[in-house]
């Protein structure tokens, strides 16, 4: 029994065989997963923001938003100095958001 452990162990020292591949065959794995976490995680996300930025740049007063915190509102000033927009939540309640708060534009 223990001469089967010590051959084993000695078969897995030492340089790679032909048939293991070398070292080529352990970069192609850990480069297809960066490959694939690319395409499904990080450039998705990347095209969300994007078109958030645009739809943020294209706010208009009346529109209907809800801010990330969740708050429902109609745009009714813009300060594109101070990258602040004033939102009516009520009647008589306006309340002041940084652009960046916009979440979403309703229909």
């Not at 032909?18 to 070292?23: A, D, K, T, V």
């Not at 969740?70 to 009520?90: H, R, T």
């Amino acid at each position: 029994m223990l001469q089967l452990i010590s051959n084993a162990y000695a078969q897995g020292q030492g340089a790679p065989s032909p048939q293991s591949g070398g070292g080529l065959s352990m970069l192609i794995l850990p480069a297809a997963i960066l490959v694939i976490f690319y395409f499904l995680l990080i450039r998705p996300n990347q095209k969300k923001e994007k078109d958030r930025k645009k739809m943020i740049e294209a706010l208009q007063k009346g529109d209907k938003v809800i801010t990330t915190g969740g708050m429902y509102g109609v745009v009714v000033n813009i300060k594109k100095e101070e990258d602040i927009v004033v939102l009516k939540i009520a009647d008589g309640a306006k309340v002041d958001f940084a652009k960046s708060a916009i979440q979403v534009r309703l229909p």
